[in-house]
T-cell receptor
């Protein structure tokens, strides 16, 4: 089954609204990264998290390793926030590959 | 300025042929990786290298062979290409293998006809 489940799979937002994306892990995730993949396919790093919370502008992310989930909050959505958001977890001892979630496709409209 | 350079950006290959995907990173990282993404699905891990040594291989097929001629290079040779190999191949790197942030190149989109 899916080791990293993302929800929702798709999200339509109006400019200026807020929303939250979530990843649930069935593996013992030790670190989490969030990426935004733009329509051209490039991956942009958003956050790198050991358990805890980080904020960058209108984005905020949290990772709770004990409860096995991570969240990404988008505040005041803008058109340029559109794309596919992936979370990716590293599990176990160091050196394990990133396991990617299924992605959330976000579409922001005026 | 892209710090992880992948060449070429796009590649069309004939079934049965062989291609090499190039990757160089200028971040001073010790670990490099290859991932594969098919049709906007999640990226799937293929290989990891640390200090030019293969550390993890999750690719079932021996048709995929990474090659590291320098610490900041990790090319991917694919032989006997099949249409199912069509995907975007991403190179990535991190300071060390494990528990450090991973950065990705822009990918090489391979189409096998």
């Amino acid at each position: 089954g899916d080791k990293v489940k993302q929800s929702p799979s798709a999200l339509s937002l109006q400019e200026g609204t807020n929303s939250a994306l979530r990843c649930n892990f069935s593996i013992a995730a030790t670190t989490v990264q969030w990426f935004l993949q733009n329509p051209r396919g490039s991956l942009m790093n958003l956050f790198y998290l050991v358990p805890g919370t980080k904020e960058n502008g209108r984005l905020k992310s949290a990772f709770d390793s004990k409860e096995s989930y991570s969240t990404l909050h988008i505040r005041d959505a803008q058109l340029e926030d559109s794309g596919t958001y992936f979370c990716a977890a590293e599990a176990g001892q160091g050196g394990r590959a990133l396991i990617f979630g299924t992605g959330t496709t976000v579409s922001v409209s005026p | 300025d892209p710090k992880i350079i992948q060449k070429p950006k796009y590649l069309v290959a004939v079934t049965g042929s062989e291609k090499i995907l190039i990757c160089e990173q200028y971040l001073g990282h010790n670990a490099m990786y290859w991932y594969r993404q098919s049709a906007k699905k999640p990226l799937e891990f293929m290989f990891s290298y640390s200090y030019q040594k293969l550390m993890d291989n999750q690719t079932a097929s021996s048709r995929f062979q990474p090659q590291s001629s320098k610490k900041n290079h990790l090319d991917l040779q694919i032989t006997a290409l099949k249409p199912d190999d069509s995907a975007t191949y991403f190179c990535a790197s991190s300071q060390d293998r494990g528990k450090t942030e991973v950065f990705f190149g822009k990918g090489t989109r391979l189409t096998v006809v």
